[in-house]
């Protein structure tokens, strides 16, 4: 963790609190996205209020022990900021960078010896605006983003169970920033409700990782918690997969089902992509989803009642859903996509690494100071990662990952140069709301584009011996079925 200054504090007294309700305004920030002399940095934010002048930003203390103009960061969370150590990255300056607010952004001057970067243009001074990185070479890569000044203080998730600073909490959700708070807050909100629920976030954004949150703050968590994918499920045996059969139903020496909704009995269902269940199959759960959970087992003369809990998630618009489905799915949680939380990508990325490296001791060896430690990476990883706009989420940034490592041949992790292999970020060309159809052609688009070439599929599988898996994880593919339809493509025999 990042040391605290001696002279800090936590400002929790009514000029830094939030009241119950109300939005602080948000205000441009600098985060610290990535730092090569103090990597457990990241994460950690410096907020400029407007008149507030130009200030400082350079290692340690100024001249003469006097803080005043001076850059500096806090970690913050809800209802707390805490004040952090001066910067100790040996490569700047004590006085290295001149800020001050412009507009909607931050107008940066180099005044120290270490040079300065902006999307890979050596520059000495430059207006930052948010989503902007900027390097300081070999040191720093300071994020530009907005924040509100305090964080409002949470409501119903419980600050004992926190975290510690960018580490993954209890239900294994990585953030800071503004957006993953809310949601977790929203999240013990919802557990507590116990009523069922329709989970809404784009694909990869972790919609089940929220729903197994939900189970395991309510009431139900002694109870099971049963997921099901709904479009995998055949149209002719919607009602056997949901509601079981008695013994011998259909045919003679069938065994006794509980489908998903008897398995469900006192704890939660899962079910994924529910908006892909056309809307004849989505009437099937309408008697079940009302009070008292009624429904009737395939073969069963008597109705039987499950004392469950629905969790439904989509990547669709709830108006696609039936009516009166969606009338029952009483409460809604919306899940940011990656480009709702862009401040969370190097906390993320180092999770990821750091979970990739404990399935596979080689990235241990090469990647990681030590068994479970920082990952070592290098600035121009994470500024591709924050400057890339994601369509599958936290799937599409982990396939990122493995594919530069892979491509990475020293013991850190970098982005080699090169095509870009997913689209930069910027605000897209004006048009309509796109179709579903739309959204899978972009996916498949993407996916596309970062096919690996016959020759890097045939060297991954020779180096891997044939080993299917961990040839795909090596390619940074999705999963081995993808590697399968790539081999069939370019005639490789399994």
């Not at 009070?291 to 989509?314: D, M």
């Amino acid at each position: 963790m990042g040391r605290v200054h001696e002279s800090s504090t936590i400002e929790t007294g009514s000029s830094s609190t939030v009241l119950p309700g109300q939005r602080d305004h948000e205000t441009p920030a600098l985060m610290i996205a990535w730092a090569a002399a103090e990597p457990a940095r990241v994460g950690e934010v410096a907020l400029f209020e407007p008149d507030g002048g130009a200030r400082i930003l350079g290692r340690g203390e100024p001249a003469g022990g006097a803080g005043g103009g001076r850059v500096v960061f806090h970690r913050q969370r809800p209802g707390v900021l805490e004040r952090t150590a001066p910067l100790a990255s040996p490569g700047l300056s004590r006085e290295q960078l001149r800020v001050r607010l412009e507009g909607s952004g931050l107008r940066i001057e180099r005044v120290g010896k270490c040079a300065m970067e902006l999307r890979g243009e050596r520059v000495d001074r430059c207006v930052l605006e948010p989503g902007d990185a900027l390097l300081l070479k070999g040191q720093l890569l300071l994020f530009c983003t907005r924040r509100p000044r305090r964080l409002e203080p949470l409501h119903s998730a419980s600050p004992a169970g926190a975290p510690a600073f960018g580490a993954p909490d209890v239900h294994g959700i990585v953030g800071e920033s503004p957006a993953i708070w809310r949601l977790r807050d929203q999240l013990a909100w919802i557990a507590k409700a116990d009523e069922h629920t329709l989970v809404l976030g784009g694909s990869g954004s972790g919609k089940e990782l929220c729903a197994r949150a939900v189970h395991a703050l309510s009431g139900r968590a002694r109870g099971p918690f049963v997921a099901r994918n709904a479009a995998t499920i055949p149209q002719g045996l919607v009602d056997a997969e949901l509601f079981g059969n008695v013994k011998g139903y259909p045919n003679p020496g069938m065994p006794e089902r509980p489908g998903l909704i008897g398995a469900a009995d006192g704890g939660t269902l899962f079910l994924d992509e529910i908006g892909e269940l056309p809307q004849g199959l989505q009437a099937n759960l309408l008697r079940v989803l009302d009070e008292g959970g009624e429904y009737h087992a395939l073969g069963a003369s008597a109705a039987r009642r499950s004392r469950f809990r629905l969790l439904g998630a989509t990547n669709r618009d709830p108006a696609a859903l039936k009516h009166d489905l969606a009338a029952r799915l009483v409460l809604r949680v919306d899940v940011p996509g990656l480009d709702e939380r862009r401040d969370d990508i190097p906390l993320l990325a180092r999770h990821l690494l750091q979970r990739a490296a404990a399935k596979s001791p080689e990235a241990t060896r090469r990647f990681l100071a030590s068994p479970g430690g920082e990952p070592r990476v290098k600035a121009s990883l994470i500024e591709h990662l924050l400057r890339t706009r994601y369509t599958t989420n936290i799937r599409e940034l982990g396939a990122l990952l493995w594919r530069a490592m892979s491509a990475s041949t020293g013991d850190s992790i970098e982005w080699s140069s090169g095509p870009p292999t997913t689209t930069p970020t910027g605000p897209p060309p004006a048009q309509d709301e796109p179709s579903a159809d739309a959204e899978d052609a972009e996916a498949a688009t993407t996916e596309e584009a970062q096919e690996p070439s016959e020759a890097e599929i045939r060297a991954r599988l020779a180096e891997h011996r044939g080993n299917i898996v961990r040839t795909a994880q090596a390619l940074g593919l999705s999963s081995r079925y993808v590697l399968y339809r790539l081999m069939r493509k370019h005639g490789i025999e399994g």
